[in-house]
């Protein structure tokens, strides 16, 4: 690994992309499986099922963009400056979701993810390798994919880490403003014990298994706030790579594929 490559400014600029991208890209498909199966029900060919469409995007569109950058008709840092906005946007339209969402809203909160990832890749390597001479493009290489899988590394741990601890700070919240003296919440248990001791459980079983449901369903709510804070979050990380576009130096794009990676 060669990291004098990094005192090139655009190379500098396209491996921090490449972070941001990996953060984003893993940390989102390794969270989005747990909610669905946590929360929703989901058995794992189902959740697999929702990845599917930003797969799809990518696969239909990336090749569309290396064609607008060949041919000139629009410039890499335009393709740049555009892909972390709409993955922004995703990922803020997936922290609005709750418990009732149905599969076509994740499956096109991904589809929608996935149109700005198609449009990320092949601008960022052509900025990556626009000042770099030719017997660099190999141990570029490398360390653009040490940074991508850097930053992938980082996302999983961040949703490992950052989803638990949301998760103990809303239960917090919402415990301490729901009490057991709380009227709604009293009002709630009573008709479920009611409804339990109608269709055959005992009193001290109906009282104990509305206490157990309500509580699940405020570990259910707050886990999924947690989630939906680290969508926000990665959100916001993502949106703020966009400045970092105006700092990339002037470049020709050349006829010639850049080098791989």
């Not at 996935?114 to 000042?131: D, H, K, N, T």
Request: net charge positive; proline share 4%; with cysteine.
């Amino acid at each position: 690994i060669d990291l004098h490559l990094l005192a090139n400014r655009n190379f500098l600029i396209s491996s921090t992309l490449y972070f941001i991208f990996g953060f984003g890209l893993f940390a989102s498909t390794t969270m989005i499986p747990q909610v669905l199966q946590s929360l929703y029900g989901y058995r794992a060919i189902d959740a697999g099922l929702v990845l599917g469409p930003g797969a799809f995007v990518i696969t239909l569109l990336a090749p569309v963009g290396a064609q607008l950058i060949q041919r000139g008709i629009i410039h890499p840092r335009v393709l740049v400056a555009i892909s972390p906005v709409i993955v922004s946007a995703s990922m803020l339209y997936y922290s609005g979701f709750t418990l009732q969402t149905d599969y076509s809203h994740y499956a096109l909160a991904r589809a929608f993810q996935g149109l700005g990832y198609a449009f990320f890749f092949v601008p960022v390597s052509v900025i990556a390798y626009s000042q770099l001479k030719p017997n660099q493009n190999n141990r570029a290489s490398s360390l653009t994919n040490l940074f991508r899988n850097w930053g992938g590394s980082f996302g999983i741990a961040f949703i490992t880490t950052v989803g638990e601890r949301r998760q103990n700070f809303h239960q917090s919240v919402v415990g301490a403003n729901l009490t057991s003296s709380s009227p709604g919440l009293q009002e709630s248990i009573h008709n479920m014990t009611a409804y339990l001791a109608q269709h055959g459980y005992s009193q001290a079983d109906s009282v104990k298994a509305a206490y157990l449901y309500y509580y699940s369903q405020l570990e259910q709510q707050t886990r999924l706030l947690g989630f939906m804070d680290c969508f926000r979050i990665i959100g916001w990380i993502t949106l703020a790579m966009v400045p970092l576009v105006f700092f990339i130096r002037h470049f020709h794009v050349s006829d010639k594929p850049s080098g791989g990676h």
